[in-house]
C-alpha cells in the first residue's frame, strides 16, 4: 500500500507529537520509573490508543520492579572501593577482593543490566501498554512501534558541566580504582598473604599514595545522580512513545486499514531502570507473536535530525540486534532522503529498549535521534515540551511511515 499522504504530513503529525507531550508533562506530574506518573501516562496513552488510533486491542500491565537499584549500585561499588583504599596499607588481599567486586557489580549490574543487587532497594510496580490495530484480511505480518513512557532522574555533572566532564568523571574514578587493583595484586605477589601494616617503602605502596589524587572523583560518583529531581522527559522519551502513535492517528484520521499487517505499540515503562519494563513485557508474551513475522522498532530520544541513527548494536554495544529490521529503517529514510546515520549505541552509552527485544529473541532495532557523546538536555533538567525539534520528529515519522510501507509490501520479511 502507497502510504505517501501520510508522509507528507509529517510536520502536522510531528506538531500532534508535541501537543500531546506537552499535555502529558503538564498533567501527570513527574515519571519516574514506578511512580503514579509513569502509570497516568500510560493509561492516558491507552485511551489516546483506543479511541483517536482505533486499536482494538490495547492492554496495561504491571510488573514488579527495584527501580532504585539501577544506580543504586555506585554507592556499593564506590563504599567497595574507597574502604578498599584504607584496607590496602594494612590488608592488601582483602583491598584487591574488594576492588573486584565493585567492578564485577558495575559490569554486570550497568554494563548487562543484570538483576544482581535489585533485591536491596525499595519494590514498585511499573506499567506496560500494548496496543494492536487489526488488519482487514488475514494476519500475514506485525509491526511495533516502541517507546519508554518514564523519564530520568536528573544527571547533575552533565547539567552543571557538561558530557565530557560526566563521563570523564567516571573514566577518572575506574582508572583510580583499577590502579590501586594493580598495586594490591603486585604486592601481594612480591610480599604474599599478610595482615598489618605494609612496608610504605615498597613500589606499589608509593603508587597507592600517588592514586589518592584519584579519591575526590570517586567521592563525586556518590553525586553522579539526583534521585529527588526528576526531568520531563519530553525528548527522552516521550519522543519515542509518539512516534507510533502518531503513525497509528495518522492511519486513522486518513481512512486508512491494511489488508495483512497488524500495526502496534508497546510502550515499556521503565526504561530508566534498567530496561526493567521491556524485560517484563518479554517474559510476558514470549511465544504470543511468533505466529507471523514480527518486527519491534524502537525509538529513544527522537530529537537532533543531524543524529537520526540506525543502532545495530546495542546495549554498552554488547547486543546486537536484528540486522532485517535495521536495514529496513534504513532503506526507509534513503528512499525519501531523510538523513539516517548507521551506528551503535557505545560503551557507557547505555541502552534503548531494543537490547530487551533482541535478548528475548524478537526482530528489533533501536532508533535514536540524540548525539551518543551527550547534549546538554540529556537527563538534565533541560529536557523539556519547549525543547523539542518539530524537524526531528517530521524526519522519523516520516522514515517511519515507509518503513511500514515497505514491511506492509513484503521487503525484508
Avoid at 523519564?151 to 565530557?164: F, K, T
Avoid at 540486534?321 to 549505541?345: H, Q, R, T
Amino acid at each position: 500500500m502507497d502510504l505517501s499522504t501520510l508522509i507528507e504530513k509529517k510536520n502536522k503529525y510531528a506538531q500532534y507529537m508535541i501537543d500531546d507531550i506537552t499535555h502529558i508533562i503538564k498533567t501527570f506530574g513527574k515519571r519516574d520509573p514506578g511512580s503514579p506518573g509513569e502509570k497516568a501516562s500510560c493509561e492516558y496513552m491507552a485511551e489516546v490508543l483506543k479511541n483517536e488510533c482505533d486499536c482494538d486491542r490495547v492492554q496495561i500491565e504491571h510488573f514488579k520492579e527495584n527501580p532504585g537499584s539501577f544506580f543504586g549500585w555506585i554507592y556499593i561499588s564506590f563504599t567497595l572501593i574507597l574502604s578498599s583504599i584504607a584496607l590496602f596499607f594494612v590488608f592488601p588481599l582483602i583491598s584487591a577482593i574488594f576492588i573486584a567486586l565493585a567492578f564485577a557489580l558495575c559490569i554486570f549490574q550497568f554494563g548487562m543490566y543484570k538483576k544482581v543487587v535489585d533485591f536491596m532497594f525499595p519494590e514498585k510496580e511499573g506499567t506496560n501498554v500494548t496496543a494492536i490495530k487489526s488488519c482487514k484480511g488475514e494476519v500475514k505480518r506485525r509491526i511495533f512501534f516502541n517507546g519508554h513512557p518514564d523519564a530520568a532522574w536528573e544527571w547533575p555533572v552533565n547539567y552543571r558541566l557538561g558530557g565530557v566532564f560526566f563521563e570523564g568523571h567516571i573514566i577518572v574514578s575506574a582508572i583510580g580504582a583499577l590502579l590501586y587493583l594493580i598495586a594490591a595484586i603486585i604486592y601481594v605477589a612480591q610480599n604474599g598473604v599478610s595482615f598489618g601494616l605494609i612496608d610504605l617503602s615498597s613500589t606499589p605502596a608509593k603508587m597507592a599514595f600517588w592514586c589518592l589524587l584519584f579519591v575526590p572523583f570517586m567521592i563525586g560518583m556518590f553525586f553522579m545522580w539526583n534521585s529527588k529531581l526528576v526531568v520531563d522527559g519530553a525528548n527522552d522519551n516521550l519522543s519515542g512513545c509518539y512516534m507510533g502513535i502518531a503513525i497509528l492517528k495518522a492511519l486513522k484520521d486518513e481512512g486508512i486499514e491494511l489488508e495483512n499487517t497488524e500495526v502496534g505499540v508497546i510502550l515499556s515503562g521503565s526504561e530508566e531502570a534498567g530496561l526493567r519494563g521491556s524485560m517484563a513485557w518479554c517474559e510476558a508474551h514470549k511465544g504470543e507473536f511468533d505466529d507471523v513475522s514480527t518486527f519491534i522498532i524502537s525509538y529513544d530520544t527522537i530529537h537532533d535530525p543531524k543524529y537520526l541513527m540506525t543502532n545495530y548494536r546495542d546495549l554498552n554495544g554488547t547486543v546486537k540486534v536484528d540486522k532485517d529490521v535495521s536495514d529496513l529503517f534504513m532503506e526507509a529514510a534513503a528512499a525519501i532522503d531523510v538523513p539516517c546515520k548507521k551506528g551503535m549505541v557505545p560503551p557507557l552509552g547505555g541502552a534503548t529498549d531494543s537490547a530487551a527485544f533482541a535478548k528475548a529473541g524478537f526482530k528489533a532495532t533501536g532508533i535514536t535521534g540524540l548525539n551518543h557523546k551527550l547534549e546538554d538536555y540529556y537527563h538534565t533538567r533541560r529536557d523539556t515540551y519547549d525543547n523539542m525539534n518539530l524537524e526531528g520528529l517530521a524526519n522519523c515519522y516520516a522514515a517511519s511511515v515507509k518503513a511500514l510501507e515497505m514491511f506492509d509490501n513484503g521487503a525484508k520479511q
